[in-house]
């Protein structure tokens, strides 16, 4: 089976840019969430959609930052503009949701993008 | 708020001895409780969890942990080390004290390095 799917896995580009990041969650999984990940702060939950909503984006660190679902298999996360300070590797993870009879199911990874910001 | 503590930022053990990485958590209903393994330019992958029941947890890879209530504990442990375990390690705790969602939370990660 396909994990989940990130592109681009690399992005450099200068400050003031636009940036798309981009995830395809495993089929079937109804939550899914955005990371950043830095040496300084560790791993961050940004934000998190159930069935397509958003449902918690108190992390996402300022309006430059936003995400969309426009449907179960695709979701993006934007950065405009972008900074220095941006930069990070950005996950996507997927999930089957919370609480069921076996508790949270565990969170699926993908193999991240690592954005530089000059 | 819950929170999770991953006190040592290293590990180093020799192929072949036991290793233990050592995570203490911070809530204010049950916990449910995760670890993670990350290898270089990958994401995290889940490695086994804990919810309810039995206090050893059995996951993958040959890795399991233990859950201690009193000392709010889910320290993660391996029989015999291989060197192709080094990597880094996240424990991750969600509160289940609350109704509505409450975010997964992950510790500062502990690099496990395993020596031939």
């Known amino acids: 089976d396909a994990g989940v799917i990130q592109s681009p896995r690399h992005e450099v580009t200068e400050m003031g840019q636009e940036v798309t990041l981009r995830c395809k969650p495993i089929?079937?999984?109804?939550?899914l969430f955005w990371y950043r990940q830095t040496m300084m702060r560790g791993l961050e939950l940004l934000i998190y959609?159930?069935?397509?909503?958003?449902?918690?984006d108190s992390g996402m660190p300022e309006d430059r930052f936003s995400a969309k679902m426009p449907n179960a298999s695709f979701s993006t996360l934007k950065i405009q503009p972008s900074e220095p300070r941006d930069s990070a590797v950005y996950f996507c993870?997927?999930?089957?949701?919370?609480?069921?009879?076996?508790?949270?199911?565990?969170?699926?990874f993908g193999d991240g993008t690592r954005l530089s910001i000059l | 708020a819950q929170s999770v503590a991953q006190p040592e930022d290293q590990v180093n053990v020799a192929e072949g001895n036991p290793l233990t990485v050592k995570c203490t958590y911070s809530?204010?209903?049950?916990?449910?409780l995760f670890w993670y393994v990350q290898y270089p330019n990958r994401g995290l992958q889940f490695l086994l969890k804990?919810?309810?029941?039995?206090?050893l947890v059995k996951g993958s890879y040959g890795f399991e942990a233990e859950f201690n209530k009193s000392q709010t504990s889910f320290h993660l442990k391996k029989p015999s080390a291989l060197v192709s375990d080094s990597a880094l390690y996240f424990c991750?705790?969600?509160?289940?004290?609350?109704?509505?969602?409450?975010?997964?939370?992950f510790g500062t990660g502990t690099r496990l390095l395993v020596s031939p």
């Open positions: 809530v204010s209903g049950n916990p449910y």
């Open positions: 993870a997927s999930s089957l949701g919370f609480a069921g009879p076996n508790g949270d199911q565990p969170q699926h």
């Open positions: 804990y919810i309810t029941g039995d206090n």
């Open positions: 991750a705790v969600r509160d289940t004290g609350y109704t509505g969602f409450q975010k997964l939370v």
């Open positions: 089929s079937g999984h109804n939550s």
């Open positions: 959609f159930n069935n397509n909503v958003p449902i918690d």
